[in-house]
């Protein structure tokens, strides 16, 4: 037997009994006589002593080791004589009688400590070692455990889990597909799935009713900060259902995993259309743990005579509590944040409205105290708070004015990772009308139903049309999303035309779903998490790469096993990539 205990788990009540740990050198720490070793595995720290009273050749070979070496040790649970309440196991010691190499280990390229002096890359290239360290391990454990919480929720509620082929052709949701090439195939290829979409919605024709897979999906994406090329969705599919009953099911997952993860009992999830929410936060995903809602002044200015805001499509402000006293420094600074090229504002105007009810503006040549006025009570600001107002082209001031509410948010302190406020955010349009393209998009995909009460728009005023789609959003990043699928051969026909795809193209692409219609397909819908960004959050981070075992890094890349990486001749030739040898 390797070990009779784990480094976490010794305390006084093991006093005077014998054991046997197997461990990493956390740390070596020699007080002339005495050396003490931190010997380390998943579940904690265990202090290992040797005595030169009672063992000198022991203590000698003891002192040789070094950080990382993997040993056996055997030997008496003895007290402590200074304890470390810090710690699980402080108030015991191992005396060693015995301990064995197993491994010995090259000096690590960074400490395996909790606060690391490794940047980012050698993490990533060495990140067997990486996951040595309790923040990285702890996030996996989490991962692990919310696993098995949506596992719980979903199979007393009555889910299937079904697997779902990787090597399938492509499935569009709005990426590229990562393609495989096939070698018995001369010339075709695979495509990865971007979600397994078709596959759990041919399952409900098969009538397994409730469908739920983890699984990996693959979309090949310019990688921004927080994409990952290959990604975990929690992926679930309901037979016979509207979209009321899918919100009730996953509202009761996602309070389940808070609950069970962080303890906290969530509220009702609110609901907002996505007309409101772009209206409200100019954001389809807006984090409500915090007010600071748009006041749309487009009216309240008009008559006085300033240009900039005369001209404008959209003049929109925010109240940012508590910040009137902001000084003429922090106000430059902010001015210079919107008009970075990322933001693209022209500029930034203020209205301060002072704790004595006086109001101090950048643009007091044009608006006296009762216009100023009237947009503080427009914007909710009370005396200490400060108004920040952007005004332009509607889809750009929108935008610039979302990120400003985030920024300050983020400034003032208001994004408590310790709060929870999912909100659903519904009634999305179904198209999205491509200026490039020229051409209409499906906004979630094109298995997507359009709500019956729109649906006689589909021929005259097809961008009107709203959608049975929602979106889950947690504390400002969409959680998940689904929709009420169509269900119907010629209705999905008739969407692919509105999305220009050719008969032959639709049929040769998606004849399979459309030939499954034919046979009995029930009324379905469903919704995916992605499952890295949901455990992040609920791990207080907005970054998912350390809740990935292996990650890829900004170009896409594992730095570790260095992949992509090119093939031999042979293999190329082998899959008709390469003509002759
Ligand atoms: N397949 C969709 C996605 O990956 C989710 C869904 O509609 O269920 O976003």
Redesign the pocket.
Known sequence: MYRTHTCGELRAENIAQQTTLAGWVQRLRNLGGMTFIDLRDRYGITQLAFNEEHDVALLEKARKLGREFVIQATGEVIERSSKNNQSSTGEIEVKVATFTILNGSKTPPFTIEDETDGGEELRMKYRYLDIRRNPVREKLLLRNRVNLAVRQYLTEQGFVDVETPYLIKSTP?GARDFVVPSRMNEGEFYALPQ?P?TFKQLLMVAGIDKYFQIVK?FRDEDLRADRQPEFT?I?CEMSFVEQEDILNTFEGLVRHLIKEVKGVEIDAIPRMTYDEAMHKYGNDKPDIRFGMEFAHLNEAIKGSGFSVFEDAEMVAAIAVPGCAEYSRKQLDALTEWVKRPQIGMKGLVYCKVNADGTFKSSVDKFFDETALKNWAEISGAKPGDLILVLAGDKRLTTKALSELRMHMAEEIGLRDPNVFAPLWVLDFPLLEFDDETGRYHAM??PFTSPKPEDAHLLDSDPGKIRANAYDIVLNGNEIG???IRIHDRAMQKRMFEILGFSDEEAQKQFGFLMNAFEYGAPPHG???FGFDRFVALLGGDEVIRDYIAFPKNNSGRDVMIDAPATISDEQLAELSLKVTL
Do not use: V
């Open positions: 949701e979600s979409q999906c969705q992926d979630h995909h999303g689904g929709s469903g919704i995916a």
